[in-house]
């Protein structure tokens, strides 16, 4: 059982394509967190999200709690936009932290 | 401010050793997460540190262990390594609970022979 589904696995993007990853869990929880990870390893955490929506530059995340479902949308896609994005969250229990499988994402020139 | 540092980078030790790594935090950030991550199970959390304390902890076995210093530096141990403990192990730091904002190290790339 995945406490955190994400979708799509993989996707391929033209730049300049707006992008949506979806996220959803099955717990209840104190916060969502979306990571962003490049080749190489290097995780950087993106958003931290325990309501509505956040915005940093072209990223957007949104959360509904009620539904449990979140997404990220990136306007106007680039390049360097490439990489693997992770959904995590933080349950209201405090003693775990769980992780979504991840997205690739490829933007093509 | 100074990230998250892991020392080492990479690793490579034989079936049956045990290992160390290292986590110094963010200056300030008291909590020191663990985590694994592998090509088939993607990232899992192994442990959370604070002030020295265990406060949660994955579902791991035993030979998984961890430990926080006053300094609030975390070291992680691996024992009698077996072959599918190769991965990458990250560690990450916040300033107080593991809800918080997450500041990820680059990792420890350790691969089992």
């Known amino acids: 059982k995945n406490e955190v589904e994400q979708s799509p696995q993989n996707l391929t993007a033209q730049e300049g394509e707006f992008i949506t990853i979806n996220c959803s869990y099955s717990v209840g929880i104190s916060a969502l967190h979306w990571l962003q990870q490049h080749p190489g390893g290097g995780i950087v955490s993106l958003f931290m999200?325990?309501?509505g929506k956040k915005k940093h530059g072209r990223l957007i995340a949104t959360i509904n709690i009620q539904e449990k479902h979140s997404s990220l949308h990136i306007t106007a896609s680039h390049p360097r936009d490439s990489a693997v994005y992770i959904c995590a969250v933080s349950p209201n229990t405090g003693n775990q932290f769980y992780f979504g499988t991840g997205t690739s994402l490829t933007v093509i020139p | 401010k100074a990230g998250v540092t892991q020392t080492p980078r990479y690793l490579i030790k034989t079936r049956g050793q045990q290992v160390t790594l290292s986590c110094s935090p963010i200056?300030?950030?008291?909590?020191v997460s663990w985590y694994q991550q592998t090509p088939g199970q993607g990232l899992q959390f192994l442990f959370e540190y604070f002030s020295e304390t265990q406060r949660n902890k994955g579902n791991f076995p035993g030979r998984f262990s961890g430990r926080q210093f006053s300094n609030s530096r975390s070291e992680m141990n691996v024992s009698t390594l077996e072959l599918g403990d190769s991965a990458l192990y990250l560690c990450?730091?916040?300033?107080?609970?593991?809800?918080?904002?997450?500041?990820f190290g680059p990792g420890t790339r350790l691969t089992v022979l």
């Open positions: 999200l325990s309501s």
């Open positions: 990450a730091s916040s300033t107080f609970r593991l809800v918080n904002e997450q500041f």
């Open positions: 200056s300030g950030h008291r909590s």
